[in-house]
T-cell receptor, first 115, second 113 residues
Framework: DAGITQSPRHKVTETGTPVTLRCHQTENHRYMYWYRQDPGHGLRLIHYSYGVKDTDKGEVSDGYSVSRSKTEDFLLTLESATSSQTSVYFC??????????????FGPGTRLTVL | GDSVTQMEGPVTLSEEAFLTINCTYTATGYPSLFWYVQYPGEGLQLLLK?????DKGSNKGFEATYRKETTSFHLEKGSVQVSDSAVYFC????????????FGKGTMLLVSP
């Protein structure tokens, strides 16, 4: 357990509304990531953060923005939700241990449905 | 760019059968390789990993060997159980930069009693 929580765990919203998903970690990890999981695609990286206020785009960043104003929270925002953003969203942290390769650990996920 | 290819599922086995899930990769550097498992309704859990050629990762009876010459990281288990039914993801991470993960599409394993 890497101390990662996501909220909400489930959300149903309508097309065109803004949505914010929250990822919270308790162990002061520097790196955090947002992925989406879709059938037939595995997991794809949306955005990641390498420190407070330091973020960058991943493979599927269009339509998403992120913010990280403090170490423990990484927010993912859909400015105007579309049906193609219906998905399961996972947050991850990267754990670094001296002498061992860095490893990502995942939160429990948020299931988002856009009607 | 980097990519990971897994065998398509579902893989259907009887309890105590031998399991192999194939995974091959393409990478520009010398990546670390991972297997994650996702049980129904849950998030991803790290199953095992290997960081360099010929390393063998193992956990809960599962094994995978990093084969640089064939760019493969096949997952094996000698005797599967019903509780192993899940989706298995192969992934790689370049050991530089921001270490983002590139995933395969996942392979569903169904084990019947």
């Amino acid at each position: 357990d890497a101390g990662i929580t996501q909220s909400p765990r489930h959300k149903v919203t309508e097309t065109g509304t803004p949505v914010t998903l929250r990822c919270h970690q308790t162990e002061n990890h520097r790196y955090m990531y947002w992925y989406r999981q879709d059938p037939g695609h595995g997991l794809r990286l949306i955005h990641y953060s390498y420190g407070v206020k330091d973020t960058d785009k991943g493979e599927v960043s269009d339509g998403y923005s992120v913010s990280r104003s403090k170490t423990e929270d990484f927010l993912l925002t859909l400015e105007s939700a579309t049906s193609s953003q219906t998905s399961v969203y996972f947050c991850a942290i990267r754990e670094s241990r001296g002498g061992s390769t860095d490893t990502q650990y995942f939160g429990p996920g948020t299931r988002l449905t856009v009607l | 760019g980097d990519s990971v290819t897994q065998m398509e599922g579902p893989v259907t086995l009887s309890e105590e059968a031998f399991l192999t899930i194939n995974c091959t990769y393409t990478a520009t550097g010398y990546p670390s390789l991972f297997w994650y498992v996702q049980y129904p309704g849950e998030g991803l859990q790290l199953l095992l990993k290997a960081t360099k050629a010929d390393d063998k990762g193992s956990n809960k009876g599962f094994e995978a060997t990093y084969r640089k010459e064939t760019t493969s990281f096949h997952l094996e288990k000698g005797s599967v159980q019903v509780s192993d039914s899940a989706v298995y993801f192969c992934a790689l991470s370049e050991n530089s930069g921001y270490s983002t993960l590139t995933f395969g599409k996942g392979t569903m394993l169904l084990v019947s009693p």
